[in-house]
């Protein structure tokens, strides 16, 4: 099996051209979601099977782990569980269509510390506006680091007056941080982070109807 790049810069000119595809959600889906950014996939693999009644999709930049993934689940036989490209601040705006996805997790994305490349983050303006108009009433936003300034940062976002005109609303209260992991799966960065005794910064936002 060969290795795949850990780290693309998403601001390269190949991935700047708007380009993913439509991901069509099955009509007998009890609830859609999605992991941004699902690396090797772990969690969307353990979320599909032990919700086989949901529509588990993974979405990832490096197009060789989209088609692994995309392997793996094949062999697996987990029909309820799709992988698919995406650049998240480029074209996550054509993979589903309004008010389709109950729940989106954006976790452990890489901190990217320098300041010349902190416009590289995935948590920003554009990118909750996409989201917020996918998810469902009600629906949901849960971003989780094991790095607590890019946990803030990502929170100075989402309790902004952008993002409270676009109906987030942070379900632990303003400017709180929740230990409860809403799924039962977990990534591989979440497995590691526990086990050296670090803390997960969790958060979570439903989003109003609007």
Same mark, same amino acid.
């Given at each position: ?5 850990? &780290?693309?810069?998403?601001? !390269? ?16 889906? #009890? ?5 941004? !950014? *699902?690396?090797? !996939? ?17 979405? +990832?930049?490096? $197009? ?6 995309? +392997? =793996? ?31 989106? &997790? ?5 901190? =990217?510390?320098?300041?010349? &490349? ?7 303006? #554009?990118?909750? $506006?996409?989201? @917020? ?10 971003? @989780? ?11 100075? #976002? ?8 676009? !109906? ?6 303003? =400017? ?6 809403? *799924? +039962? ?15 997960? =910064? ?9």
């Amino acid at each position: 099996m060969r290795s795949v790049r850990q &780290h693309v810069n998403p601001l !390269g000119a190949q991935y700047l051209v708007a380009r993913a595809a439509r991901i069509e959600v099955p009509a007998d889906a #009890e609830r859609v979601e999605v992991e941004l !950014g *699902c690396a090797d !996939g772990k969690f969307s693999f353990e979320l599909a099977a032990l919700r086989p009644r949901d529509f588990v999709v993974g979405l +990832e930049i490096r $197009e060789a782990l989209v088609e692994r993934n995309r +392997e =793996w689940a094949r062999r697996g036989g987990q029909a309820n569980l799709a992988f698919g490209y995406v650049n998240i601040n480029v074209d996550l705006d054509r993979v589903f269509a309004p008010a389709s996805v109950d729940r989106f &997790h954006v976790l452990f994305p890489d901190p =990217w510390f320098k300041a010349r &490349h902190r416009k590289r983050r995935v948590v920003d303006p #554009e990118m909750l $506006e996409v989201v @917020a108009s996918q998810l469902r009433p009600g629906g949901e936003l849960h971003v @989780a680091s094991d790095v607590f300034e890019l946990a803030l940062a990502a929170m100075a #976002e989402l309790e902004g007056p952008e993002a409270d005109a676009l !109906g987030f609303r942070n379900l632990a209260g303003e =400017w709180a941080f929740t230990r409860q992991n809403p *799924c +039962e799966a977990t990534s591989r960065r979440e497995d590691t982070t526990l086990a050296r005794g670090q803390r997960v =910064w969790r958060m979570r936002y439903g989003v109003r109807p609007r």
